[in-house]
């Protein structure tokens, strides 16, 4: 049997635990020398790691002597705490007549079951990002438990609402998470968690941010630094100002001793806290100690003194995202900065609707690095050149592409030269290119919106292409109003997608209900008169499109609004969604 190179990750970390680094070659022949000798050669691998990593080992269902999964049970339990804390006032999650969600066991395998109807899923996504899923449309068990295709739609519900607040959610369907694949669920669970957690985590939550700048950094290069990027530099900000020389560079090996975490809550909150931990030398009993503070300023999450000792980066991540969002301290006791630098912020962190949509939508296709500011991470081509292929898959000569990083020197030329690129892809696919050349994308010019408005309308249009023949928007247009009427909803039907009929999303309702007839609950359903009717429409709208399967990005108020990008994009995404359903039948 050929080896497969997903093994090599898990042998590496197995051999790390003893401080042996091993290259793939290296790993390779170390694999065939026990396979060799020992036909349970996978066994003899995971067993010994799962021990010493406090692993849970899932058996494959496929070939349940190659493929295993695993999943750390002190994250599990981490999880379910925070789950426990977060949505403790839920009087359905505590008060269900079909048996109470919350608080879930942190023992065993309750976790696992309540994520599997979808429900507490979607109201974790409401904690970590209010409003993305209108709970109306939610199928709640009446006089039975939900069946399976039930919970499926709710599912539904919950993964394309995670990917439109920016989660990566790859290669995870609702089938996973309803049979419960439990290193999946987790998976899903913690890309909401960090979700939330990471929310504040940005300049335009907390403008104190701004004193983490270095010498010579532009908003827009620590804008699109990650919130653990910026988490590591808020710790050592914090450090500098309790102890000189200390420092830290991740979340596991530099925070094991339990020091920087001694200094870090001295910093945030010394009326509270105190340098005590750092007599104790037993790490587990300085941990102990760490967390009784942490106790005391209500924000011991996460973290158990094992964690900080053996540095779980996952957990002590989110531990300290949870101290930043607590206690920032970052306080205007130093005025460095100046009116021009305040005024300079506003302009760079008001990331408007149509900017995060881009945004989610670059991310959703699963491209590397994650974009976090749209104009930064877009500056070298690179992101951009994923996204054209995926557009039109080998349209990219990847040898005449430069991977980054680059060299300080090379970077204006190798950057220029994939944005040039990504310019003349433009004009092979059809995209107007008239007013945006390559110079505007590594600028950062806001000239990219335009590029990549068509590149997602290309993106979603080609989803429904038959052969070589591409759907236009008239075609979109068609389609719905064809749908409409057969299923007698005239009233609903539009002239085109700046038609101001479709701001009280009525239309948009019916279309759904044609497509999975009896889905909307139109006694939930309001007028539409105020723009408050409307927005309900729209939120329930939105939520009812992801709850039969389409992926949609837009927010209630583009809807409201009248976007008609947007309005394009979502009623495009429901006739992927019906023509599959029609083909089906």
Not at 29 to 56: C, F, G, H, Y
Not at 477 to 493: F, G, I, T, V, Y
Request: aromatic share 10%; net charge negative.
């Amino acid at each position: 049997r050929s080896f497969k190179l997903s093994y090599y990750n898990e042998y590496k970390s197995y051999l790390r635990c003893y401080d042996v680094n091993i290259c793939f070659i290296e790993c390779f022949q170390l694999v065939s020398a026990i396979r060799s000798e020992a036909p349970t050669w996978k066994d003899n691998m995971s067993k010994p790691l799962a021990e010493k990593e406090n692993l849970v080992i899932i058996p494959g269902k496929v070939e349940p002597e190659d493929f295993h999964h695993a999943y750390a049970e002190e994250e599990k339990i981490a999880f379910v705490e925070w789950i426990n804390c977060r949505l403790r006032y839920d009087r359905y999650l505590t008060k269900n007549p079909w048996g109470k969600y919350i608080p879930i066991s942190p023992n065993g395998d309750d976790l696992f079951e309540v994520i599997k109807d979808g429900i507490l899923l979607s109201k974790l996504i409401n904690d970590a990002v209010p409003g993305t899923v209108d709970e109306r449309a939610l199928n709640y068990p009446k006089t039975r438990p939900l069946n399976h295709f039930k919970m499926l739609e709710n599912q539904f519900v919950v993964l394309n609402s995670a990917v439109a607040i920016g989660c990566r959610i790859v290669s995870i369907r609702p089938e996973d998470m309803v049979t419960g694949i439990q290193h999946l669920q987790l998976a899903v669970l913690w890309q909401v968690i960090r979700a939330g957690l990471m929310a504040n985590v940005s300049l335009k939550r907390v403008h104190n941010l701004k004193k983490l700048l270095l010498d010579g950094e532009t908003l827009a290069k620590f804008m699109a630094r990650s919130p653990e990027e910026i988490l590591i530099r808020w710790v050592n900000y914090q450090l500098r100002r309790v102890c000189d020389g200390k420092a830290i560079k991740n979340f596991n090996k530099d925070i094991m001793d339990g020091e920087v975490y001694t200094y870090l809550l001295t910093a945030i909150a010394p009326q509270l806290t105190d340098l005590r931990p750092l007599r104790e030398t037993d790490m587990l009993a300085r941990a102990e100690m760490i967390l009784e503070y942490a106790e005391n300023l209500e924000v011991r999450y996460f973290v158990q003194p094992h964690d900080i000792v053996v540095g779980n980066t996952k957990l002590n991540t989110a531990f300290v995202a949870q101290l930043f969002n607590c206690y920032p301290a970052l306080d205007d006791d130093q005025q460095e900065m100046n009116d021009d630098f305040d005024e300079n912020i506003d302009v760079y962190v008001e990331e408007t609707r149509e900017e995060k949509s881009f945004r989610h939508w670059i991310n959703s296709l699963n491209l590397s690095p994650y974009v976090t500011y749209l104009y930064e991470d877009l500056r070298d081509g690179y992101v951009l050149l994923q996204a054209m292929d995926k557009l039109s898959p080998g349209i990219v000569d990847w040898d005449a592409v430069n991977i980054p990083p680059f060299e300080l020197r090379q970077h204006v030329f190798k950057s220029s030269e994939n944005c040039n690129y990504v310019i003349d892809l433009g004009n092979l696919l059809g995209f107007k290119m008239i007013a945006i050349c390559g110079s505007d994308i590594y600028e950062g010019n806001k000239l990219v919106l335009g590029l990549l408005w068509q590149m997602i309308r290309y993106y979603t249009l080609s989803l429904m292409k038959c052969g070589d023949t591409m759907v236009t928007e008239q075609t979109v247009l068609d389609w719905c109003n064809c749908k409409l009427k057969a299923a007698r909803k005239e009233k609903s039907m539009f002239a085109s997608f700046k038609d101001v009929s479709l701001r009280n999303s009525r239309s948009m309702l019916d279309l759904i209900d044609c497509i999975q007839p009896g889905s909307i609950g139109y006694d939930m359903v309001f007028s539409g008169d105020s723009d408050k009717d409307k927005l309900e429409n729209a939120r329930y709208g939105l939520t009812m499109a992801r709850k039969i399967g389409a992926t949609v990005f837009a927010l209630p108020e583009d809807i409201v609004e009248g976007n008609h990008k947007m309005m394009l994009l979502v009623f495009a995404r429901l006739m992927n969604v019906g023509a599959a359903s029609d083909n089906a039948e």
